[in-house]
C-alpha cells in the first residue's frame, strides 16, 4: 500500500472522475497533465527584462554602489524597486535619466556618479530591471 505517495495522484484521479483503480492495478495517468506552478509565484527571472537589465549592470559599474538586498554606497535595488512600486510609466524614464545625469537627495546626501556613456534605452533598461526587485 503506497496510499501516502499516492495521494496527489489519487485527488487528481478524482478530479478527473478516473478514480477506479483498485491497489493490484496501478494506473499510469498518462492523461492527466499536473500544473503545479502556482500563479502567484512569479518567476522573474524568466522575464526578459530582467535578463536584459541584469546584464547591463553587471557590465556597468552599478554593482560597486548597489546590491539587490542590501544598502552599500546607494540603495538596495530592492528598496528602489518598493519605493517606486506604485509609481506611474514615467517612472522608468526619470530613473533613467537619473542614472546618466548623477545626483543625490532621494535616498540621502550620498550622490550617485553620472553615467554619461550610458544611453537612455540602455539605463531604461535597467531600470525596468531594478523595478521588478519589488518584494
Ligand atoms: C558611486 C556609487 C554609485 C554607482 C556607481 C551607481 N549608483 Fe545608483 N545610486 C547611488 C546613490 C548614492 C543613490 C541615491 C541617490 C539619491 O539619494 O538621490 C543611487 C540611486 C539609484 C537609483 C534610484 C534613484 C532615485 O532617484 O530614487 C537607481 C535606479 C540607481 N541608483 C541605479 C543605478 C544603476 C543602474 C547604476 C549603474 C549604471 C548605478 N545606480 C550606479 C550610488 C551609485
Known amino acids: 500500500m503506497k496510499k501516502l505517495l499516492l495521494i496527489p495522484v489519487a485527488l487528481l484521479s478524482l478530479i478527473a472522475c478516473n ?30 527584462d ?3 537589465g541584469l546584464a547591463l549592470i553587471a557590465k556597468n559599474d552599478c554593482l ?23 509609481a506611474g510609466d514615467t517612472i522608468v524614464t526619470h530613473l533613467a535619466k537619473k542614472i546618466i545625469a548623477g545626483g543625490s537627495g532621494v535616498w540621502g546626501e550620498i550622490p550617485m556618479t553620472p553615467h554619461p556613456t550610458v544611453s537612455q534605452a540602455d539605463a531604461e533598461q535597467m531600470v525596468k530591471y531594478v523595478l521588478l526587485l519589488k518584494k
Open 19 to 48: 478514480n477506479n483503480s483498485s491497489s493490484t492495478e496501478e494506473k499510469k495517468d498518462t492523461g492527466t497533465t499536473t500544473t503545479n506552478t502556482a500563479p502567484a509565484e512569479v518567476d522573474i527571472s524568466a522575464n526578459p
Open 64 to 86: 560597486t554602489c548597489h546590491s539587490v538586498n542590501d544598502k552599500i554606497n546607494g540603495p538596495a535595488y530592492k528598496d528602489v524597486a518598493n519605493k517606486y512600486a506604485n
Open 50 to 52: 530582467y535578463k536584459a
